[in-house]
């Protein structure tokens, strides 16, 4: 137990690297998720059709056969990247496909009375997207988003099978040692995962109510 | 689709040694079993004591043994075997037969290094023999006899690395299975530690040049180098004393003295010097004796 105090800097070392796993992969995912999703409803056939592609792909395909993937069958075709590219790579390719379906079931949210009327009164292409449908959109999408990247911190722990030294691997090598304080060991990581979720519910639930709209 | 074609030739190169091994050495009668045939003792069960676990045991005619399944020359099983080869399963059938136990009865269960003291402790097998080191950590949840076996942890690198020993590690990327006692110490060395789930995932890490060098026991290095000689090979002196013991529940400390008397007469009667040629012995290194043994507190 001691084992877990003393080297306590290799905890916090293997969840700063679980928080740049999520936020490196998180960040990505949201762009590419919202180009995905801004595919999918665009006027542009190709595209669209490009976007339900890839989500149907993606989002069918178990998260550890996309890390699979990635880890062993790249090096195989001799494509050698470092090993946190991989892993944010990984796991931003699966969680982009829910990002996308996230924003657009917001995008779908905000009737077409909204643009229709915003049209009649005189505004713009760009005034309709920027100041009424966006950001009702975005209101919408704040509790799906933020399960997403609640889902996103527990599928860091995927990497630990591959080469990547974060939280979980770090727990499986203290229980490993301290074969006595398994329960403890476990439950003192449990937390560090709580902590972040909980900063993630606790962001996501000031944006609701900052965004709160009168109705 | 590469990496898919790959891989089944690798399952079936894997396969074709597999089956090449077992015509080696396959003396066994019925063909169901394979490495050594050990001698059961058929009266066994009268010879232990009431209330012990070995008389339970030896009662049922049955026993089930936690070995590893992914460690060539040590425990493995191919998808199409149906019983685990090595030197830790060849131990497994000479304690059972010291029990009138046949090879054939015994019920084998993978166990990675992650559940080996859960498993014990929960009853879901009587016995871990699975390149279980000896700790005192662990002594303090689970019993462990022995040790049978020594080894050290060592290094596997492509031929022609620039790594040639310990001391070279300093920043290279060096992979092992995740939390495993191995990867702690190569970090301590000031190499890069990468984790994976099982010893082949990472034996392939090195195959495809994309991390330097994989490490544990040397024991399990050898298997692994063996398999694939042109490649791969074995360097450096060992650096750590790994003493492999048998692991069994805490509930039932009578089995220790069992164990240890068990291994000693094998070593006595040829038995445990059989069970290792046949196994560990065929990458080319000598056949140890059984080393000093723990006594049983």
Do not use: H
């Amino acid at each position: 137990m001691d084992d877990v105090f003393s080297n306590f800097d290799l905890v916090l070392k293997a969840f700063g690297l679980t928080l740049e796993l999520l936020v490196i992969s998180g960040v990505l995912s949201l762009i590419l998720g919202t180009l995905l999703a801004a595919f999918r409803v665009g006027p542009v056939t190709v595209l669209a059709r490009f976007g339900t592609a890839y989500v149907t792909l993606v989002r069918n395909t178990p998260l550890l056969v996309v890390f699979i993937f990635v880890f062993f069958a790249l090096p195989k075709l001799d494509v050698q990247l470092p090993f946190l590219l991989k892993g944010t790579l990984a796991l931003t390719v699966y969680t982009s496909a829910f990002v996308c379906e996230a924003m657009r079931s917001g995008i779908n949210a905000v009737s077409v009375g909204q643009a229709e009327a915003a049209r009649a009164i005189g505004l713009t292409f760009g005034q309709t997207m920027s100041l009424v449908v966006l950001p009702q959109a975005l209101r919408a999408v704040v509790p799906p988003l933020a399960s997403v990247l609640i889902a996103l911190t527990k599928n860091t722990s995927v990497a630990a099978g591959f080469g990547l030294l974060e939280a979980t691997a770090r727990m499986r090598g203290f229980t490993n040692n301290n074969a006595d304080a398994r329960t403890l060991i476990f439950l003192i990581f449990a937390v560090g995962y709580i902590v972040i979720v909980e900063v993630i519910s606790a962001g996501a639930f000031g944006l609701e109510r900052r965004w709160r709209a009168a109705r | 689709m590469r990496n898919t074609l790959s891989r089944t030739a690798v399952a079936v190169a894997g396969l074709a040694l597999a089956v090449s091994s077992l015509a080696a050495c396959g003396k066994a009668g019925g063909g169901s079993s394979d490495g050594v045939d050990v001698k059961v003792d058929d009266n066994a069960a009268s010879s232990f004591d009431d209330g012990t676990k070995m008389k339970e045991l030896a009662d049922s005619g049955k026993i089930t043994i936690g070995v590893k399944f992914d460690q060539p020359g040590i425990g493995f099983k191919g998808a199409t075997d149906d019983a685990p080869t090595g030197f830790d399963p060849e131990m497994g059938k000479i304690l059972a037969a010291s029990l009138g136990i046949k090879a054939g009865d015994i019920t084998w269960k993978e166990t990675i290094s992650d559940n080996r003291e859960p498993f014990l402790q929960k009853g879901e097998v009587d016995l871990v023999i699975a390149s279980y080191s000896i700790t005192d950590d662990r002594r303090k949840v689970v019993g462990q006899a022995g040790p049978y076996y020594l080894t050290g942890q060592q290094l596997l690198v492509k031929k022609g690395s620039d790594i040639k020993s310990v001391d070279d590690l300093k920043g290279k990327e060096v992979c092992s299975v995740t939390g495993s006692t191995s990867l702690d110490n190569v970090e301590a060395k000031g190499a890069k530690p990468r984790g994976f789930d099982t010893y082949s995932e990472c034996r392939d890490q090195v195959a495809d040049g994309t991390v330097d060098s994989m490490t544990t026991d040397g024991a399990i290095l050898l298997g692994y180098a063996a398999l694939d000689p042109d490649n791969l090979e074995v360097v450096g002196e060992p650096f750590s004393e790994e003493r492999y013991g048998v692991g069994y529940s805490k509930d039932s400390p009578e089995m220790c003295q069992w164990i240890t008397d068990t291994i000693k007469k094998a070593s006595d009667d040829g038995a445990y010097q059989k069970a290792f040629e046949a196994t560990l012995g065929k990458s080319g290194v000598d056949t140890p004796d059984v080393p000093e043994m723990d006594s049983c507190a």
